[in-house]
């Protein structure tokens, strides 16, 4: 089961008073518990979606081929590559009829079977950039009106798209199309059907969705499909794989549904009543705020943060009681729906809620924050309360250290500081006596206004790629123990605890 991270070990005791003044500094009290893993993320847990917009005018998936965005994807290694959206619902798969894309010019069609063949020249890799922020204004017109064309696309999405991930170490999930539809409504799964022959007979390993957000059909494409049937077509498509030699074993998750409120409750209810047993993982959405109608305080409002604890437990429970035991997946989340808020979801701010890199293929403040998260945090969660006078701005969770990274025993202490005001936490004596790799992600200029910035300092360096094939160092800083730690106003911070010796994580059974 993948839940966030901390989850179950974060409990806030507080506000208690607010006698406090302003001067006085708000002290944390913390309580760990080393003893015992209280639950396990998927080492996936932290996994990324490429929009299936992408593939809305076919050269654009070469950019798959940059041997830049390959290197960063690697870096995020073990993940789900999910490629799904508003846009898979409108896409059909067509057969090539002969080499007739523009891309074909530079690459031939099977130029992109091995690894070291993926590339793209910088001259091609420049000229799709440019295009790519063009059409990114066309998409998001169309979004904006909800009007969306119905996309082709051929064996060349398919390509390179699995030689992406494969190269990559990510594991493939392919959203398919669940607006395909006959005239009683029924999935009609013929084109699925020949995507997944042609996947079987090129042997590429991948997993499968069917549909994204059906709880917005009828805004999209008026059209309403409710949850019962839904579930049916998800048992239709079980069926087809059940069929293929070569996917029969394969995962299939869904549906995909929006958070759950008004009647996206229905169709989570009726869908576990006839597809539960078709599905391995039931998948859900969550985002934040609306992209266009945000702001910079919503992005750092302890509540709005909430949201997603209260809607995750809303619905493990809608999951438990249709379908005990059945694993639930956080499918797509992000900050703000509708393609992102300008300005925030690609800035600092966003690091407290998620987008990874900009249109020049450049690492966001996000990226930076998911590559230390794997680096340094391991899938097991630790019980951590903290509580003190002074509200819910300071969040911690506790997890064992990456076994990769830091011998067995060790503890990584996830942080993030929304506040402005002065506090500090007291570390519990079990681990201050550690030496502590201290790892601060601050935005590269000061307050409030530096927040909207797109750079991320890591202990006061500017984070950026050295060169295309190179990470700039990524060490932490070497505290000697302390009984406090500190963490810098609108911070995120990983305090790894190098000898604490929990026992929970000492015979860690190593899950990758
Ligand atoms: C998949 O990855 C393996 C190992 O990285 C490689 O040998 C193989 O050629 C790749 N397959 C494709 C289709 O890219
Ligand atoms: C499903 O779609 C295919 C391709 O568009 C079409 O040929 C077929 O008749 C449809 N099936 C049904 C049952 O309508
Ligand atoms: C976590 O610790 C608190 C006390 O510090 C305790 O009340 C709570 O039940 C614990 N949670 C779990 C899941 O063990
Ligand atoms: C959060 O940031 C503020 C402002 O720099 C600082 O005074 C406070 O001590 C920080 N909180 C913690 C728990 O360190």
Redesign the pocket.
Known sequence: NTTPPGQWGLRFRGPTNDSLTESEPHSWAVDMDLSAVIHRVEPRFLSVTIDASLASEEKFMSLLRSSKLRFLAKALSPAFLRFGGTSQDFMVFTHQTSNQLEIFKYFSPSDHVSCDQLELPEWLERRLKRALSKQQMILMKEDVRRKYRRVKFTEYTVDVLHAFANCSGLDLIFGLNALLR?SDNTW?G??ARSLLRYCESRRYHMSWELGNEPNSYKKKAGLRVDGFQLGRDFTKLREMMSQSEFYHNSQLYGPDVGQPRDHRVDILQGFLRSGADAVDACTWHHYYVNGRDTSLQDFIDPEILDTLAVKTKEVLQKVKKASPGKSVWLGETSSAYGGGAPGLSDTFVAGFIYHLVDNNLDPLPDYWLSLLYKRLVGPEVLNISAWSASGQRVRLYLHCSNTNSYRNGAVTLMSLNLSRKTARISVPTLVSSSTVDAFVLQSDRPGEEGLYSRSVTLNGVVLKMVDDQTLPDLTGSGLPPADHLQLPAFSLAFFVFKDAQATACLDQVTLR
Request: glycine share 0%.
């Open positions: 006959n009609n013929s084109n």
